[in-house]
């Protein structure tokens, strides 16, 4: 699996979740790439 992993990252993705899926990594790696994400409610306005 850690090659994979590895072959993913290599090939651009920022990040891997795995399955099976545990909702606290699913969530903290959402959240990690939403921090990067630019703000659609302030460009809106």
Same mark, same amino acid.
């Given at each position: 699996?850690? /090659? %994979?992993? &590895? =072959?993913? $990252?290599?090939? +651009?993705?920022?990040?891997v979740v795995a399955k099976p899926i =545990? &909702? /606290?990594? $699913?969530?903290? &790696?959402?959240?990690?790439? $939403? *921090? +990067?994400?630019? *703000?659609? &409610?302030? %460009?809106?306005?």
């Amino acid at each position: 699996m850690s /090659e %994979q992993v &590895a =072959e993913y $990252l290599a090939a +651009g993705m920022s990040s891997v979740v795995a399955k099976p899926i =545990e &909702a /606290e990594k $699913l969530f903290a &790696a959402i959240e990690a790439a $939403l *921090d +990067g994400a630019p *703000d659609t &409610a302030a %460009q809106a306005a």
